[in-house]
């Protein structure tokens, strides 16, 4: 079960940075947004957690610090001016740790709520992936 969620995390990413590709100018605003800072990564994922998962304001605030303390283990990962985020097993490894935090400060209800939003973006990704294999990988 592990392997399997490591395994879809990774074709999740390669997913975003392979079809970030296929887009003109997005492209560049995709990679610039894994160069941030970690600060900055960390405060965008606390925010998409607050909104879609209602967390309280002690969540939040232990959620920002977990993200943190995450992103800035994972900088040496994200990719300078032309090099791509690099997945490796340690990469993936740290995202482990980092879930298993996140999910220790979650009620039952929104361990829920995230299976469903991890859900659905796998079903996307898959589609858009069926879709790509269709067309030969072709725009």
């Not at 209602?54 to 300078?80: C, H, M, R, S, W």
Request: no cysteine; aromatic share 6%.
């Amino acid at each position: 079960m592990r392997t399997r969620n490591t395994l879809w995390g990774i074709l999740a990413l390669v997913a975003v940075l392979g079809l970030s590709s296929f887009l003109p100018g997005p492209k560049e605003e995709i990679q610039k947004a894994f160069r941030r800072s970690p600060e900055t990564r960390a405060n965008a994922i606390t925010s998409i957690m607050k909104n879609r998962l209602d967390l309280t304001e002690t969540q939040v605030e232990k959620a920002y610090q977990i993200n943190l303390k995450y992103a800035q283990k994972l900088q040496p990962f994200v990719g300078g001016s032309e090099r791509p985020v690099a997945i490796s097993d340690e990469a993936t490894k740290i995202n482990e740790e980092r879930k298993k935090e996140l999910l220790a400060i979650l009620t039952p209800v929104q361990r829920e709520q995230a299976d469903q939003i991890r859900k659905q973006w796998i079903s996307r990704l898959e589609t858009i992936l069926e879709r790509l294999k269709q067309n030969d990988f072709k725009n």
